[in-house]
């Protein structure tokens, strides 16, 4: 049998030494300690279907490999999509440092000394959110922004002990919902929904306050919301802390150049995710949970996740960097940890540490601008030919349209516009039925003027035209 | 070596970005930014300014002060970092992936979805498992997985009342009581007898009524095969628990053993341990869970399959599509927003798509190969020990103990590990699992050369000779590296405790106590 | 104006400062030695189409070339086309080693202590191409093959001085062959031509015999040759060094895992082209000519092109590498250089090094048959629709058909091919009238037997069918 | 710090690449390999065996003992190392630009064609000059074509037995007059004037008859301005020689003045220093070779265009098509088998693209302000001068020489540049021009930051004042690269030179002497 090439010592004249050096004849010895009810045959393996059976090479894995992706159809410009996760620019230095096999090959690292620059380059991601958030303690990251939002709730109740109910309205992104109430289920915790005004699209300020109560131990609230709509999240703000409730902040946070962080609309933690920044859309992940709180020790102590801290060395006071507050983590806490993370998305935090590096003080605030004009241009380009917003209140770069009176529905619209070699926005008719056809369209800086000016054009053709 | 922060190199006025100008139409039919006072941000965040030169270089250091797989042998005991292939990087990075959006029209990912839909059919045909959610995003969110289909189950069985207790053997991974505990369980832990199998008598004698299932590894984290795996599951189901498969060792047994075969229910596994997915310092992972499809409630036909979370990929025969099928009403929802973390399922489906039954079988074979050989080369090294399982041969990895020394010399596991980074290694997992005392748990999967194996026993000789010679040498380990050893109490202490330069600026500046 | 992020000190603030402390007002001033007849004006220079004149961020860009770059058209199987370069895998690996800053943004490494990695390197592609030639002597590369032979011909006038004459067969690569006249015109050196066995293909052998003579400098053999035949080298090597001129051999290296190397068959230089060792086609370069000779004092001292060596440091004798024998270069002797060549393929001969030893020992030869096996099977399978090789000699390959006889241009064939997907062979009919409608077909480990199976289908078709 | 040869790390059995075996099919029509005796290889070559995970550590390991751009300022003077953008380089390695064959069917290569095509009206116009052929690999290269170009067009004008001679400045690239040779020409060195500028005296004395060309880099190596060069360009039209401008150098004038303005008629350009392509340690480069189109033979209307070497991009304004248009009878011909080194040139092409005049211009402004705000720091340091045109701004580049060092001390311009290394810098270009003794010859070009060059030139004075207090000292440098000193006398002995691992492994057994 020949030699692998990731494994190295499985040629014939290693194979030999090590068996001889244990003492054994065969390496299916080694195996002989598991019962034979619990053993599989080489034969009933070998009849498994699991790739194709035999080991491949590169070159024939590639051929594979390349046909299947040449089924993926990718548009220029991306889709009008967001919902949560929107196709942005990835700048090249940032995939080519995460690229780099000494990131990329590493493990979490355990051995300080030796993980200096690993270290070095995570505290730089948790400092540089820290100052687009305005918070003072940020996390080496969670999985993504949804279940960001779950560990945010499930803290705020072990932070106020006794409260057993949160807090989310229905205008959040209801992608996220669905984890939050997945999270929270085993841990019986209440979660009440407040609902959101129907023609600003925003919180319903009067419904929140009726439902923000000394059982209340957490209030999310994301801006801008699901809708796009830019909620006051000050004003919320003064209302949950009123109630002596947590208050949780939800942002997309490229709108963060333009929009008040939540460390200064008053949140206690800040949640989002950090997909925005150079990690691209790949179908769903990896992104990065972003997590965030105040510099206050009760809430530090319950925070989730890994933390990386700055320190000395022991002798000499060398700046050194290190994992910190372990005792919240579940390989010291076990069961009592704050939670069981601890694989998190490290590299792609690293990702945005370069990312934000990149964009720099007033590159973010630009980017957020173009965005946003983008956006309202296409908004109004829209209203010209009759697809008008659904909602009122001002909105950042993402906005929903009703198709209500023209007599179609969104999937058709969609698939005519596919047909043209262009993906529409997302359908949310089913999210909300109260809306009826609507959908959400995003617009970023990777759709330019002209690309706007096409879809207006294929969508007046599409809407107006019998076809 | 040292590298300033991110912040320190910054100048004003440089730029690493350029971010082009709305267009002259678009702004005149826009006018200008209308955002209520209470919302808009008036300062912009304190980012630093950097050119795009400081930034490549700045970070290119940065990993330069950093080691991986790529560097050399990483050790790391139930990590199982073996070598991340490059070609499944290229694949894995394609821009026809990268550019995706996770809400997209189904008939444009119809590649992706094949290879998860293949993927899914391959992870349940390795582990005898009857399906694969590849949703979760880690291997701890795999483990959430689990336990939430434990704690389901047991709902739609109308008895999660009293099934309130979740059993852990004592050399488990740390995550295994933390999920339990996510999922609302109290845990029970066992002991290991000196073999490093489960006590039997011990786990009879807390399972029972309240039993809602049981978590282990197997191979344990003592790099031993359970013996009486099949009589830990009868037990369990003997009381309707559900055994629970923590994948992590998985790496020690492919092809060997499969845990459906074994009797477990529910399995997670680690597609960025086993299935060569890089670690990347840290995540991204995936966790992909997987249950054999036994009956929920045979009168409304519920069966596990229903209670798997996320996406799953079927393929329609009519149309000839792939298609994702979401969780319906008896599924335990969704762990994260969208699919799974596709770059490591990527990765990981490149990988067993290069070694096929064959190759997965033979990346076993070497693993514990290597293991034993190791172990072979470390008998009878003063300072050291094997507890447990005295003769036992170990699958995918051993667990010496450095616990003579510290008796002897007072050197302990972590002084061995400095002089291992000093010597160009990376180190073992120390102080793991909890029941050895001075562990260092070393594994090094298949992708370590027989010439670095010996190396590195080479190094853990030569440190205990050094040790015996002059216990203190070890203490003032390691030298070579960027730093020192690190003081641990500055950096978790309230008062000096700093995770983000905001805070250290806001310290020294007095705004902060 | 703004800062550009590649001009770290445009800012406005820095600019300032620099120009204070040099004593100037106006950035202009640092040009007020240029005379005014000289200078363009800032309006005419803004007037010129240079790019899109303003400067342009990533994402601009990005758009415009990926709408230019999805006009190229990729092939899968690549085409069945050589011609001195072939479709063959580029190992992730090798791009992944290439891609690296370190060694990609470096300078030819003039600082040895600081560069050592960098040298080291070049010196393993150095030896891996020594051990593949049988040669003792490489340099650290040339730019391409057809470069290579023409410094080793002119490199064979100055060994043998007072030869003016090198002798080329016809059978060689024409397209290099257009590159040694280039060369060799300047110098005066007269090139004679050797006739082609018409039934063979190989090289004439009593025509060599004729035309190699005391007046002979050098002698080039390529083999395989353009026709894919592979030449008795030993041979001719026997019947140039009775002559008592330097025996050039040009080589596919990769048909060098069957076939004997330049050092076994008495080649006293020894070129050739990297490109199929992991290269990639890149229309055109960059490649990677290889220019290796005999350990001969005679022969190194006129060899042309950068060398490192193995050395040692002055103290401790600590392992070291160092750029060797400068004195034959351009930087040093100047118009006493053995050639002007400076920048080469530094990086490429990198590539190559990391491809040689990933293959290994077998992996070459195991490579070899497989491009031997699939060519020979597309040459069988071509004769079974009547498509027969236009030469008798064995090869390797690459091998040439004639249309002759199906009343069709190769062009007609080709062209359907392309509507069909596929990319065809060479036309050669141009190049060597004689031989009419011939066109050469190459077929390496990317084109598998199903795409093989497939080609012939559609040829028997286009071939045979009306259309 | 050390690396084991690959040679070294060889283990016998090892596999770095699977090659499959051809299909059973293949094989039986096949069937066995039919090679003569003669020219059967029997023994396999002796490359090393290594597992991927060998090769990829090994690289990686020699990756991180070298120093490029992206690690810090390289002040290699006229060699423009600027910081190549990563944007670039992803665009470069398109594998809808690495997959193309350069004889694949031009209609399925149009979007490349007309990236090219652009690429040369760009060029023609920073240069001012009427037409670029993107054909030369290199620099050297292009300047090959140049002097072939010089030797066409006197051939065609009949008069190439009189026009023997280049005459090439004293502060020329090493390149010039060996590109001279390498075109058959007699080389004539002429002397600079302590302006720095060419001795127009000394120039007006050996022009003559025999005079076929001169070539000249503007700016000087010296970093200045021929002030002459409208003057100088008379006198070679003079005697009908053509006027070559040697592009190593543009970088200092970008945007303010052009080769074809100042009266050159044939230029060369290094898009891997102008134009941001890395230099890849040694390349692969691109030299562009660029033409006035003056009239060469006008009764047969051959112009200098058609003497362009390798293929030009046309565009077809009928098919709409862009097309390869090959070299005519009049041409130089190839000067390598097919098109240009595409990789760099779309790096060069991307680069301009972004840059755009404006950014161009703004390159050479940061270039050249960067080289005199160091010339001020660097004022009336003991040790150093700055010799030739006292008082003159540098453009892109300025020449220190340690001459005063070494006179007074022994302390020489590379025990400087080793005491550069030893700082973490890389060390400007030393002896070189020869005109300068002991010469340091730096250039920052545009993308050093400011404090770079602080700590640059502080790092210079730091090495006078230790040199003045202890001469000795400098000659230990380096002391903090991986290796000390090299022994060049060792390396380059016919006794022990060492191209190859085989000559070393022949050595060592007998073999050879």
């Given at each position: 049998m020949s030699t692998h090439p990731w494994i190295p010592n499985s040629s014939h004249e290693t194979v030999k030494k090590m068996l001889e050096t244990i003492g054994i004849?065969?390496?299916?010895q080694l195996f002989k300690d598991i019962p034979p009810e619990a053993r599989i045959s080489q034969e009933k393996w070998m009849s498994?279907?699991?790739?194709?059976g035999r080991m491949l090479s590169e070159l024939e894995a590639k051929r594979i490999i390349e046909e299947k992706l040449s089924k993926n159809k990718i548009f220029n410009p991306p889709p009008?999509?967001?919902?949560?996760v929107y196709p942005h620019y990835v700048p090249p230095l940032v995939k080519y440092i995460l690229s780099?096999?000494?990131?990329?090959?590493?493990?979490?690292?355990?051995?300080a000394e030796i993980s200096q620059g690993l270290m070095q380059a995570i505290f730089e991601y948790q400092s540089l959110m820290a100052e687009l958030l305005q918070m003072e303690v940020v996390n080496a990251?969670?999985?993504d922004w949804a279940s960001a939002i779950a560990e945010a709730l499930l803290m705020s109740v072990r932070v106020k002990k006794g409260r057993r109910k949160v807090v989310v309205p229905y205008n959040v992104n209801p992608f996220h919902f669905k984890v939050i109430e997945t999270y929270l289920w085993p841990q019986g915790v209440r979660i009440e929904r407040v609902r959101y005004?129907?023609?600003?699209?925003?919180?319903?300020i009067e419904d929140l306050k009726s439902k923000v109560?000394?059982?209340?131990a957490g209030v999310y609230l994301q801006y801008?919301?699901?809708?796009?709509v830019i909620e006051n999240a000050k004003t919320v703000g003064e209302i949950v802390r009123e109630k002596g409730a947590l208050y949780i902040t939800g942002v997309y946070p490229v709108s963060l150049g333009l929009l008040k962080a939540p460390g200064e609309v008053g949140a206690d933690i800040a949640v989002g995710d950090?997909?925005?920044?150079?990690?691209?859309?790949?179908y769903g992940g990896p992104y990065l949970g972003i997590f965030a709180v105040r510099y206050d020790q009760n809430l530090i102590r319950q925070m989730p996740g890994r933390i990386i801290g700055l320190t000395t060395t022991?002798?000499?006071?060398?700046r050194a960097f290190a994992m910190i507050l372990?005792?919240?983590e579940q390989h010291i806490?076990?069961?009592?940890?704050?939670?069981?993370?601890?694989?998190?998305?490290a590299l792609a935090a690293i990702g945005v540490a370069v990312y934000l590096s990149l964009l720099g003080k007033t590159g973010l605030r630009k980017l957020a601008e173009l965005n946003y004009y983008r956006a309202h241009y296409a908004a109004s380009r829209f209203s010209e030919i009759?697809?008008?917003?659904?909602?009122s209140g001002e909105f950042f770069n993402e906005f929903a349209v009703s198709l209500?009176?023209?007599?179609?529905t969104y999937r058709e619209v969609h698939k005519k516009l596919l047909d043209r070699g262009v993906h529409g926005g997302l359908y949310i008719g089913h999210l909300?039925?109260?809306?009826?056809e609507a959908s959400l369209w995003a617009f970023t800086e990777l759709h330019f003027k002209t690309d706007i000016d096409k879809l207006v054009d294929l969508l007046k053709e599409i809407l107006t035209g019998g076809g | 070596w040292s590298e300033p922060l991110i912040f320190e190199l910054s100048v004003k006025g440089r730029r690493g970005f350029l971010v082009p100008e709305p267009e002259k139409e678009v702004k005149e039919k826009v006018g200008s930014i209308k955002l209520s006072e209470d919302m808009a941000r008036t300062t912009d965040p304190d980012l630093p300014e950097l050119s795009e030169v400081d930034v490549m270089r700045h970070f290119t250091r940065l990993t330069e002060m950093a080691y991986g797989v790529d560097n050399g042998?990483?050790?790391?005991?139930?990590?199982?970092?073996k070598y991340n292939p490059r070609i499944a990087w290229e694949v894995a990075s394609d821009h026809r992936i990268l550019g995706?959006?996770?809400?997209?029209?189904e008939d444009t990912v119809q590649g992706l979805l094949e290879m998860i839909y293949e993927m899914q059919k391959w992870l349940a045909n390795i582990t005898g498992m009857d399906y694969c959610s590849?949703?979760?995003?880690a291997g701890a969110h795999g483990e959430l997985a689990g336990i939430l289909l434990i704690r389901k189950y047991h709902e739609l069985k109308g008895q999660i009342d009293k099934k309130t207790e979740i059993i852990v053997p004592?050399?488990?991974?740390?995550t295994n009581p933390a999920s339990a505990a996510m999922g609302g369980f109290k845990v029970v832990e066992i002991p290991s007898n000196s073999d490093g199998n489960v006590d039997l008598e011990a786990l009879k004698s807390v399972?029972?009524?309240?039993?809602a299932g049981l978590m282990i590894t197997?191979?344990?984290?003592?790099?031993?095969?359970?013996?009486n795996i099949l009589e830990i599951a009868r037990i369990i189901h003997s009381v309707d628990g559900l055994l629970y498969y923590d994948?992590?060792?998985?790496n020690g047994i492919m092809g060997y053993a499969r845990p459906g075969d074994m009797g477990f229910d529910i399995a997670h596994l680690n597609v960025h341990k086993t299935?060569?997915?890089?670690?990347g310092g840290g995540g991204p992972g995936a966790g992909p869970v997987c249950i054999?499809?036994?009956?929920?409630d045979a009168e409304k036909n519920?069966?596990?399959?229903?209670?798997?979370?996320g996406y799953y990929v079927i393929y329609d025969e009519k149309t000839g599509k792939y298609r994702l099928k979401g969780p319906g009403e008896n599924s335990i929802g969704f762990?994260?927003?969208?699919?799974?973390?596709?770059t490591p399922l990527i990765w990981g489906y490149t990988y067993i798509l290069m070694m096929g039954n064959e190759g997965l079988r033979k990346v076993t074979e070497l693993a514990v190969l290597n293991t034993n050989y190791f172990i072979k080369l470390m008998e009878?090294?003063?300072g050291y020990e094997i507890p447990y399982g005295k003769g036992r041969f170990r699958k995918h990895e051993v667990v010496l103990s450095a616990q003579p020394m510290t008796e002897e010399l007072g050197v302990t596991a972590e002084d061995v590990a400095k002089g291992l980074l000093d010597a160009g290694f990376y180190a073992p997992t120390i102080y793991?699992?909890?029941?050895?005392?001075?562990a260092l748990m070393t594994e090094f999967t298949e992708t370590e050369t027989i010439e670095n194996i010996e190396k590195y026993a080479e190094r853990l000789k030569e440190i205990s000779r050094i040790a015996y010679q002059d216990?203190?040498?070890?203490?003032?380990?390691?030298?070579?590296?960027?730093?020192?050893?690190?003081d641990l109490i500055k950096a978790n202490?309230?008062?000096?405790?700093?995770?983000?330069w905001r805070l250290h600026l806001k310290r020294v500046k007095g705004e902060i106590k």
């Amino acid at each position: 049998m020949s030699t692998h090439p990731w494994i190295p010592n499985s040629s014939h004249e290693t194979v030999k030494k090590m068996l001889e050096t244990i003492g054994i004849s065969s390496v299916e010895q080694l195996f002989k300690d598991i019962p034979p009810e619990a053993r599989i045959s080489q034969e009933k393996w070998m009849s498994l279907e699991i790739g194709k059976g035999r080991m491949l090479s590169e070159l024939e894995a590639k051929r594979i490999i390349e046909e299947k992706l040449s089924k993926n159809k990718i548009f220029n410009p991306p889709p009008y999509m967001g919902g949560g996760v929107y196709p942005h620019y990835v700048p090249p230095l940032v995939k080519y440092i995460l690229s780099r096999g000494e990131f990329l090959t590493a493990y979490t690292p355990y051995q300080a000394e030796i993980s200096q620059g690993l270290m070095q380059a995570i505290f730089e991601y948790q400092s540089l959110m820290a100052e687009l958030l305005q918070m003072e303690v940020v996390n080496a990251s969670m999985y993504d922004w949804a279940s960001a939002i779950a560990e945010a709730l499930l803290m705020s109740v072990r932070v106020k002990k006794g409260r057993r109910k949160v807090v989310v309205p229905y205008n959040v992104n209801p992608f996220h919902f669905k984890v939050i109430e997945t999270y929270l289920w085993p841990q019986g915790v209440r979660i009440e929904r407040v609902r959101y005004d129907r023609e600003k699209g925003s919180i319903d300020i009067e419904d929140l306050k009726s439902k923000v109560d000394s059982e209340t131990a957490g209030v999310y609230l994301q801006y801008p919301n699901f809708f796009g709509v830019i909620e006051n999240a000050k004003t919320v703000g003064e209302i949950v802390r009123e109630k002596g409730a947590l208050y949780i902040t939800g942002v997309y946070p490229v709108s963060l150049g333009l929009l008040k962080a939540p460390g200064e609309v008053g949140a206690d933690i800040a949640v989002g995710d950090g997909q925005p920044f150079g990690l691209g859309l790949n179908y769903g992940g990896p992104y990065l949970g972003i997590f965030a709180v105040r510099y206050d020790q009760n809430l530090i102590r319950q925070m989730p996740g890994r933390i990386i801290g700055l320190t000395t060395t022991q002798e000499g006071g060398q700046r050194a960097f290190a994992m910190i507050l372990q005792a919240r983590e579940q390989h010291i806490k076990r069961e009592k940890a704050t939670s069981n993370i601890c694989t998190n998305e490290a590299l792609a935090a690293i990702g945005v540490a370069v990312y934000l590096s990149l964009l720099g003080k007033t590159g973010l605030r630009k980017l957020a601008e173009l965005n946003y004009y983008r956006a309202h241009y296409a908004a109004s380009r829209f209203s010209e030919i009759g697809l008008n917003r659904v909602f009122s209140g001002e909105f950042f770069n993402e906005f929903a349209v009703s198709l209500n009176g023209f007599g179609k529905t969104y999937r058709e619209v969609h698939k005519k516009l596919l047909d043209r070699g262009v993906h529409g926005g997302l359908y949310i008719g089913h999210l909300y039925p109260e809306l009826g056809e609507a959908s959400l369209w995003a617009f970023t800086e990777l759709h330019f003027k002209t690309d706007i000016d096409k879809l207006v054009d294929l969508l007046k053709e599409i809407l107006t035209g019998g076809g | 070596w040292s590298e300033p922060l991110i912040f320190e190199l910054s100048v004003k006025g440089r730029r690493g970005f350029l971010v082009p100008e709305p267009e002259k139409e678009v702004k005149e039919k826009v006018g200008s930014i209308k955002l209520s006072e209470d919302m808009a941000r008036t300062t912009d965040p304190d980012l630093p300014e950097l050119s795009e030169v400081d930034v490549m270089r700045h970070f290119t250091r940065l990993t330069e002060m950093a080691y991986g797989v790529d560097n050399g042998p990483v050790p790391l005991g139930s990590c199982t970092m073996k070598y991340n292939p490059r070609i499944a990087w290229e694949v894995a990075s394609d821009h026809r992936i990268l550019g995706l959006h996770p809400l997209q029209d189904e008939d444009t990912v119809q590649g992706l979805l094949e290879m998860i839909y293949e993927m899914q059919k391959w992870l349940a045909n390795i582990t005898g498992m009857d399906y694969c959610s590849l949703h979760p995003a880690a291997g701890a969110h795999g483990e959430l997985a689990g336990i939430l289909l434990i704690r389901k189950y047991h709902e739609l069985k109308g008895q999660i009342d009293k099934k309130t207790e979740i059993i852990v053997p004592d050399s488990a991974h740390g995550t295994n009581p933390a999920s339990a505990a996510m999922g609302g369980f109290k845990v029970v832990e066992i002991p290991s007898n000196s073999d490093g199998n489960v006590d039997l008598e011990a786990l009879k004698s807390v399972v029972g009524e309240s039993t809602a299932g049981l978590m282990i590894t197997n191979p344990s984290t003592l790099g031993l095969f359970e013996e009486n795996i099949l009589e830990i599951a009868r037990i369990i189901h003997s009381v309707d628990g559900l055994l629970y498969y923590d994948g992590a060792n998985l790496n020690g047994i492919m092809g060997y053993a499969r845990p459906g075969d074994m009797g477990f229910d529910i399995a997670h596994l680690n597609v960025h341990k086993t299935f060569g997915a890089p670690h990347g310092g840290g995540g991204p992972g995936a966790g992909p869970v997987c249950i054999k499809d036994r009956v929920v409630d045979a009168e409304k036909n519920i069966r596990l399959s229903d209670l798997l979370p996320g996406y799953y990929v079927i393929y329609d025969e009519k149309t000839g599509k792939y298609r994702l099928k979401g969780p319906g009403e008896n599924s335990i929802g969704f762990l994260k927003a969208f699919f799974g973390n596709i770059t490591p399922l990527i990765w990981g489906y490149t990988y067993i798509l290069m070694m096929g039954n064959e190759g997965l079988r033979k990346v076993t074979e070497l693993a514990v190969l290597n293991t034993n050989y190791f172990i072979k080369l470390m008998e009878n090294v003063k300072g050291y020990e094997i507890p447990y399982g005295k003769g036992r041969f170990r699958k995918h990895e051993v667990v010496l103990s450095a616990q003579p020394m510290t008796e002897e010399l007072g050197v302990t596991a972590e002084d061995v590990a400095k002089g291992l980074l000093d010597a160009g290694f990376y180190a073992p997992t120390i102080y793991f699992p909890l029941i050895v005392k001075e562990a260092l748990m070393t594994e090094f999967t298949e992708t370590e050369t027989i010439e670095n194996i010996e190396k590195y026993a080479e190094r853990l000789k030569e440190i205990s000779r050094i040790a015996y010679q002059d216990p203190k040498e070890p203490k003032k380990w390691p030298v070579n590296t960027s730093v020192g050893r690190i003081d641990l109490i500055k950096a978790n202490h309230p008062s000096t405790v700093t995770p983000t330069w905001r805070l250290h600026l806001k310290r020294v500046k007095g705004e902060i106590k």
